[in-house]
């Protein structure tokens, strides 16, 4: 089969616009005429600080990003943030609890000091009373032997901080059989009273969940007590209007992060002093401060990758004068008749996940026809092949079909998807 045979919907590596992938070729072989392929130029040269720079500015202009926030551009996807996330957040939280310790005594005033033995007593007491982290599961994969996303995040902060610090605020599972389809309402979240962050998943893509809106809990009230909100926007990237693997080819992983975050407005606690509190000290890589400082080249950093996503943000901004509103239109467009297309055949496709949840970006489904799951997926899925629908086997651990929605999916693909719904429904 030739490329345009094919409608990939696969969740990740996810598809990417030919024309993006026939520039990326070009640029990969001779770019801008320099007899050197993007890949062999020096991470370092003005040609790829040009092309990191850009890129970041195109993605501030897309999605409305303010000034008031930086852009990382780091390496590990989404499961490396897991570890950077608390390593900076408890970090940032315990240098702060000590300058604020240091006040309260009156530390510095009138040559009043304290040693050092005393200051870590007690400001390891106020980390061992105070620093809580929540976490916001609702998604995961079944068995747990190897979870994802938002149950992955909390386990990996409770193996590097220890289970004392980590709450889990909310357990989508606890309201949905044991379960993963549902996001329990805020009235029920066990917020700690004053955590160091709280982390969501905007998009489960294995549980094909979707968060519908910021939660009204967590919006920003001005006070020194607002928790820092960490979302996880891995395959919604792009696709909507945010509160502040859409993007390009894997190797790359952006943070937005507030200014306030970085110094010289917030520092990191010393690892000196993260050592003698038994507290983890982040990877230099991992670390925020380090890679704001350097512009996000600390160490070598894939350009290509940069390049490949700036020109999905190029594409984007032509394609959308209206920037991320206009493709958060097509977005919803195509989710709404896939699902409008599943409903009308209940006794042919059940949905997996509650309506009120249903992810625009991974359509998660179960062929039911004829009684036997098994059988009627194997059919669907190699018909679905014949046609040149590809990519569309669920998640290994939990089985099923998973139509990944992304925004390079065109909507001729998802209206030929939507046709051999209705004629697989129908035989």
């Not at 309201?175 to 905007?202: H, Q």
């Not at 996000?296 to 700036?310: E, R």
């Not at 991974?362 to 098994?374: E, L, Q, S």
């Amino acid at each position: 089969m030739k490329r345009q045979d094919i409608s990939y919907f696969g969740a990740g590596p996810a598809s990417l616009p030919s024309d993006v992938l026939a520039t990326a070729a070009a640029a990969l072989q001779n770019y801008d005429n320099t007899g050197l392929g993007l890949a062999e130029h020096s991470h370092r040269s003005e040609l790829a600080t040009n092309i990191l720079n850009t890129m970041k500015a195109d993605l501030a202009t897309f999605l409305g990003i303010p000034p008031s926030h930086d852009v990382l551009i780091m390496q590990g996807g989404g499961s490396a943030q897991f570890d950077a996330t608390v390593y900076n957040v408890s970090s940032i939280w315990i240098e702060k609890r000590r300058q604020k310790m240091l006040k309260e005594l009156g530390i510095g005033v009138d040559g009043k000091e304290i040693g050092d033995v005393d200051m870590l007593k007690e400001l390891r007491q106020r980390v061992e009373s105070e620093l809580q982290l929540d976490y916001l599961v609702t998604g995961s994969k079944v068995p747990l032997v190897d979870p994802k996303w938002s149950l992955k995040a909390s386990q990996e902060a409770a193996r590097l901080l220890g289970p004392e610090y980590v709450n889990i605020a909310a357990d989508a599972r606890k309201i949905n059989d044991g379960k993963f389809g549902k996001i329990p309402d805020e009235s029920t979240w066990k917020l700690s009273s004053r955590p160091a962050m709280v982390y969501l998943c905007e998009n489960e893509t294995v549980d094909g969940v979707e968060w519908n809106g910021f939660p009204k809990v967590l919006e920003p009230t001005g006070s020194d007590d607002d928790p820092i909100v960490i979302g996880d926007f891995s395959s919604t990237i792009l696709s909507r209007r945010i509160p502040i693997e859409n993007l390009g080819s894997t190797g790359i992983t952006v943070v937005i992060i507030k200014k306030s975050l970085l110094p010289p407005n917030s520092s990191p606690c010393s690892p000196t002093i993260l050592r003698k509190l038994g507290m983890p000290v982040p990877p230099t890589v991992l670390d925020y401060s380090v890679t704001a400082k350097n512009n996000s080249l600390y160490n070598t950093l894939s350009i290509f990758d940069v390049y490949i996503a700036g020109q999905v943000l190029k594409k984007s901004l032509a394609t959308f004068p209206d920037k991320v509103d206009g493709q958060q239109l097509v977005a919803e467009r195509k989710a709404k008749i896939l699902y409008e297309t599943l409903d009308t055949y209940p006794e042919v496709y059940k949905v997996v996940p509650d309506k009120s949840v249903r992810s625009r970006m991974n359509v998660c489904f179960r062929v039911t026809k004829g009684g036997n799951i098994d059988e009627a997926e194997k059919a669907f899925l190699k018909g679905a092949t014949q046609r040149g629908l590809t990519g569309l086997k669920g998640h290994r651990s939990v089985g099923g079909i998973r139509a990944s929605n992304y925004n390079a999916i065109p909507e001729s693909s998802v209206e030929k998807l939507v046709a051999y719904l209705k004629e697989f429904a129908a035989a």
